[in-house]
């Protein structure tokens, strides 16, 4: 028994013989070096670190230096000046849980990987560390991160682990090219639910603010969501910098703010906006909402050669669709005020009223085309069951029929103004008057039109103005069938012979003042020239002569 007790005695001073020589060796770089080769030759990870410090006053605690950590053939997920190491009892049942692992002035990697990390720890801490998540749609890079995850059990596909408890902080971050500073997180990880308790930031020269939640499936519900003083400038169009809404992970809306926001794009900008929006789901590139309200005014919104001045918006949303409570805006000089409802079910948008009035309006160059284009997958029709307009400038500078009508007045009902997607007059009724207008060089006094559209056809029943002395009268019909088929009669007492060769018409040979009767038929097809189509008469008489001109595609036969 004497001979097997000194056996063991001499193998337990062996071996705190090789443990001290071992502790001793680590904190040289030859050992260092050593270690961090059995390591990555003997397991699936390249560790390497230059030495090892150890300090009796903290026993517990393992510092390496200049410490770098890889899956094999892969790029370093750990780089870092110190890693320390704080140990406890669970190392003698978990060799590779740590009571503590505190990572300073390095990069960790953060993208997620097939293989989880070997290590955890009841507490990880970051200091002045650099954060990267390289791969996928969120990109992340992340610079002088400080804070803590408790505990840290990294798994595969998840660097931060199913459960725990987390604050960071960091002096910059940069989202999927969105940069922002002063950085803090606080928030939990429970079953792979994600919860956001306060998140804060300073981006785009404003502030941010928010709190939400991820469940298990990738869905988010986002609380609350304060955006204040922002000044944003981007280079993509307005349509392309909505987009990513569109492919954005399901998202419900409780609450967001936007205050006193700038924000500036190609062609576009949108300037003092204020915004509140409550319940609203996004999904699958569309909306759903029960209850749901939008509350919305800014100085300014301006996109390509359209410009809205002092826009304000309610709208409630539900099931069925939106309720537009209430919109108004200031448009070239004038106001433009509306309420009514869009209706999922059937894309309509309907207008209880719309007020148009003091508009200063110069038509775009390719307004014919614009009005010949569908309308986007979301509006089929579009009905004004009350129109009023009053006090407008209405100005066409097309070189081929330039027009201008001043104070123009007119009213309005039941108007379907566009039907399947195409702009037009489908049905109900319009009457429209002007105090002066120039159509083609012709002055005109006291233009007014009114017709009835339906179905089949609209119907111009009174259509007059003075010119000079005299006096224009007539009416028209147009189909509504792809042919646009047009018949006008238009009747002239006391005006002059030629006063339709500005619109199209031969000279006619007479001079003075005149009545006239002019009957044509001519078709209003899309993408076709208006001229072919024309046929009809021309009748002037003056005093003591009387013209004839008949006129077959476009072209004056002969005259009596």
Known sequence: MKFLGKVLLTLLLLLLLVALMLYLLLQTQWGAGWASRQISENSDFNLSFSKMEHDFSRPSVLILNNVSFSRNGQPASLVAQHVELGLGLIQF???????????????????????PLPFQADRLQLSQMALA?????????????DGGIMPWKPEAEDMLGKDARFQLSAGSLTLDDIPATNVLIQGSLKDSQLIVSNLGADIAQGSVTASARRNAQGSWQVTSLRLNSLRLQSDKTFSDFLRPLSSLPPLHIERMDITDARLEGKEWAVTDLDLVLKNLTLRDGDWQSENGTLALNANS??????????????????AQG???????????NGLVRTQGNWTRSDKKLTLDELVVAGLEYTLPLNWRD?????LPSWLDSVQVSKLSASHNLLIDISPDFPFQMTALDGNGKNLLMAREGRWGIW????????????FNRVDLRHPSLALTAGDSSIRVTEMSAFSADGMLEGQATLGQQPQRALSLDLRGRQVAPNLLHDWGWPQVPLTGTANMQLNIQASLQAGQALKPSVNGTLTVTTDGKSVKQTMKAGQVAGAQ
């Open 322 to 332: 939106i309720a537009l409570n209430s919109f108004s805006t200031r448009w070239v």
């Open 301 to 318: 919104f301006v996109n390509g050669s359209m410009q809205l001045d002092d826009p304000i918006a309610r709208m409630t949303f539900s």
């Open 93 to 115: 049942s978990h060799p590779r849980r740590f009571a503590s692992i505190r990572l300073d002035r390095g990069t960790l990697d953060i993208t997620p990987h097939r293989l």
């Open 133 to 145: 998540h390289n791969q996928g749609k969120w990109r992340l890079q992340a610079q002088r991160v």
């Open 427 to 438: 049905s109900g009724e319009l009457n429209v008057n002007a105090a002066e207008a120039t």
């Open 370 to 374: 614009r009005w010949m284009q569908a």
